[in-house]
């Protein structure tokens, strides 16, 4: 039986307690997060880098006291990192050490818990404290590990040949994030929530700088926040995401800047923009050198 | 009707709107209303977009079926119309009743009334608040969109007859003047006033969506006015704006088809085995070689020349798949394009020297220049100059693409040139941007390009997508 977790009560519950510990919603973030919970469904958010989504299910976590257990995606990874493995080179030891014993008392011996090594998703299976399971930018992996998480995802359960059948005591909630780099494949999608996180409006943009860089005057949180729309409506290889505003804002903290005019644009702009082609764009288009 | 009629109705019609949405996931929708209890609209908006949304480029379409199933307001909304005196008239003649001083907003049209909206709407557009471009939007479709119903007292409404009148591109300037900017003083400021006016445009759709959703019911709305996502939109039937979001979409898909083709690389049966690190890695597990470690394997890359017909209808098609080409570039060994009306022109360097995809794409159009000298498309004669001028850029290494509508002004198709143009290459493919059932109407010649170079349909950006991949 899984034990029945209480995560948020409701949209405006999710709302007050993810900004207690720093994080600003807004009212689709809340009501899908609080979803996530009372549905026990996974949640996949997807959207540009650096606009929260790894942000959240860690914000989820220490809003509802839950513990984060995080798997990383990325090229390659496999079963053996994602679910479990068995410690090969303990096992080889254990062997070459088991003298006379029978064979049939060694192999009971070396597939045990001893041996096994958890790694993320079976980990969190097993859990019996409230988890909020990350799984970071999905969209990194190979389809056949889509296959591996949806196999965990409906079942929350995970067959060891040599052990049996473990069962979650208490559901984790699941949060998957994706960059969209490529579609996930159907399946994953009906399984989940799905949320789509983008670059905010000014407005919490603007919370959020403030929120997060306690020392910045208002009025500049405000031009920072303003730039950096413009700098969005350019067709930017990269656009500047949240994180780079909060690293704009600190470096121009740090620099004692009182007003952001063309010259201390032109001067921290590298903290924002991280190709040439797109520097030079911001510069001609924002005008920040006289002609 | 019941929350759950319209609950069936709503999933009914997005589904009619090209979203593919599974009884499970309706039935998810179901239990996520049910634990909210009656909630917020917005609040139900996002539950909706939970559950039965699942790809961003719906996000469109679901919001405009949305807006029709869950309106925000009924009738006229935030201001009561006496009476309907305007139903039966032309609209020159509710013009005149504006002239007039008559107080009813429905209809009410003048020159005065005309020059008192555009300037709230100047205002709105520089403080960019969306709940007043909402109420403006709303006043405009009452005031301008009118025009005359088929049957006595039904109403109708266009969304063209208030841009027409309201033409809110030409106060973007004006905006800018009241900020004391010239025209070209600042585009990056210009860029985010625009955006306002396409704001205000969409919510001037919108709202006529929902008038015509309580005339003739939102079941016939959502299946005759809701456009399908951007990589659906045919190129040849592309508005501005649609244009502008597709030349947007082809970096994100130049990297996703990118993403796609380096892991299915990856995925390919293993290079040979590679012994000596084979043999390395297995010192960490005492000797015995638990893992084996193989060669990288190496990819043949081939050649690829493009010629593109960029004449007026299917130049944006030709610039697409283009910049599409040149995204995906490390794919190829090398890539070469030409464009042509009646003339051949190479263009790529324009391709190689530049990263800028808007800057391209207005390039490219200033190159149909060269690539005309008569003005009139020509298919046979651009293929005799490319086989005349570039007789070695065809090899057994080179794939050939044309791009084109084959519309060629019922000009000579010169046959036996195209010929021996597939001959000297390796392969050959003729993507057309039109619909395939209006392949050989008219002056197309489809059907003799085709006996010759195989012919794909690519109208949109999806097909697009999928013929490039392959490809590569
Ligand atoms: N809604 C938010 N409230 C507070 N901080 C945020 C919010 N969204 C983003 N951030 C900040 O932006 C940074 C980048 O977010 P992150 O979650 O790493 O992005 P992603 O995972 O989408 O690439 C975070 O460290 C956090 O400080
Ligand atoms: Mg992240």
């Known amino acids: ?291 | 009707m019941t929350l759950l009629d319209r609950h069936i109705e709503f999933v009914e019609a997005l589904r009619t709107a090209g979203l593919p949405v599974s009884l499970a996931e309706g039935l998810d929708a179901v239990r996520a209303i049910d634990v909210l209890g009656i909630e917020e609209r917005e609040t139900l908006r996002a539950a909706y977009a939970a559950t039965l949304l699942k790809r961003q480029n719906h996000r469109t379409g679901f919001d405009q079926v949305f807006d029709l199933y869950f309106p925000l307001l009924i009738g006229d909304g935030y201001r009561i119309v006496p009476g309907d005196r305007h139903e039966s008239e032309d609209p020159e003649d509710a013009e005149r009743s504006g002239l007039s001083g008559s107080d009813d907003l429905v209809g009410q049209d003048g020159p005065q009334a005309l020059a008192d909206f555009r300037e709230a709407l100047t205002d709105a557009l520089a403080l960019g608040d969306p709940d007043v471009l909402a109420l403006l939007a709303r006043e405009a479709v009452q005031r301008f969109g009118l025009i005359r119903g088929r049957g006595p007292g039904e109403q109708r409404w266009s969304s063209y007859n208030v841009m027409n009148r309201v033409s809110p591109d030409e106060l973007v300037d004006e905006v800018l003047q009241g900020m004391g900017l010239a025209t070209d003083d600042d585009p990056a400021i210009r860029r985010l006033v625009e955006a306002q006016a396409q704001v205000f445009e969409r919510l001037v759709d919108a709202e006529v969506r929902r008038r015509a959703a309580e005339v003739r019911g939102p079941q016939h709305v959502a299946r005759h006015t809701i456009r399908p996502g951007i990589e659906q939109v045919d190129f040849t039937s592309a508005r501005k704006a649609d244009l502008e979001l597709m030349r947007r979409e082809i970096q994100p898909l130049a990297r996703r088809l990118a993403t796609r083709l380096s892991r299915e690389q990856h995925a390919r049966p293993r290079g040979p085995l590679d012994f000596r690190r084979t043999v390395r890695a297995s010192m960490s597990s005492g000797g015995v070689p638990m893992e084996t470690r193989h060669k990288p394997k190496r990819p043949g890359r081939t050649d690829l020349v493009v010629l593109c017909d960029v004449s007026g209808s299917v130049a944006n098609f030709a610039s697409f798949t283009l910049m599409l080409v040149f995204a995906l570039r490390e794919q190829f060994n090398r890539v070469r394009a030409f464009t042509f009306v009646d003339e051949i022109h190479e263009v790529t360097d324009r391709f190689e020297t530049s990263n800028d995809p808007a800057q391209t794409m207005s390039e490219l159009a200033a190159s149909a220049r060269y690539a005309s000298l008569w003005g009139r498309t020509n298919y046979g004669r651009a293929f005799t100059r490319f086989a005349d001028q570039h007789p070695d850029a065809l090899t057994p290494k080179t794939n050939l693409l044309v791009l084109g509508d084959a519309r060629s002004n019922h000009t000579d198709l010169a046959l036996p040139v195209v010929k021996d143009l597939t001959y000297a290459a390796r392969h050959s493919w003729w993507l057309n941007p039109e619909h395939a059932r209006n392949w050989n109407t008219g002056d197309s010649a489809a059907r003799e390009y085709g006996r010759l170079i195989p012919m794909v349909e690519c109208r949109n950006l999806t097909q697009l997508g999928e013929f490039v991949h392959d490809l590569a």
Not at chain 1, 9 to 25: C, H, I, M, Q, T
Not at chain 1, 167 to 180: K, Y
Not at chain 1, 223 to 250: C, H, Y
Request: glycine share 6%; with cysteine; net charge negative.
């Open chain 1, 1 to 291: 039986m899984t034990q029945k977790s209480s995560w948020f009560e409701s949209p405006a519950d999710a709302d007050k307690r993810l900004a207690e510990v720093g994080y600003l919603s807004d009212t689709a973030t809340s009501t899908t997060s609080y979803l996530a919970g009372a549905l026990e469904k996974p949640l996949l958010v997807e959207g540009p880098a650096g606009v929260g989504k790894t942000e959240l299910a860690k914000a989820i976590a220490r809003a509802t006291g839950a513990d984060l257990v995080r798997l990383q995606c990325y090229e390659g990874l496999d079963e053996a990192r994602a679910l479990y493995e068995w410690n090969y080179k303990k096992q080889l030891l254990r062997i070459q050490a088991a003298g006379d014993q029978s064979w049939d008392e060694t192999h009971d011996d070396i597939f045990t818990d001893e041996f096994l090594l958890t790694r993320p998703l079976l980990t969190a299976i097993r859990r019996e404290e409230p988890t909020v399971l990350l799984i970071d930018e999905v969209d990194k992996t190979d389809v056949e590990v889509e296959g591996l998480l949806l196999e965990v995802l409906s079942d929350f359960q995970v067959t060891i040949p040599e052990m049996g059948t473990i069962v979650a005591v208490r559901r984790p909630l699941v949060v998957l994030t994706s960059n969209a780099t490529r579609e996930l494949s159907e399946a994953i999608k009906r399984r989940c929530l799905f949320l789509h996180i983008d670059y905010p409006d000014s407005e919490r943009e603007r919370e959020i700088v403030v929120s997060q860089v306690p020392e910045v005057e208002e009025e500049l949180a405000g031009q920072i926040v303003e730039v950096v729309a413009k700098l969005r409506g350019m067709e930017l290889r990269k656009a500047p995401s949240i994180a780079e505003t909060i690293d704009w804002a600190r470096t121009l903290v740090a620099l004692g800047t009182g007003t952001l005019d063309a010259a201390a644009i032109d001067q921290t702009l590298g903290v924002i923009l991280k190709h040439a082609s797109d520097h030079d764009r911001a510069v001609r288009e924002l005008r920040l050198r006289a002609r």
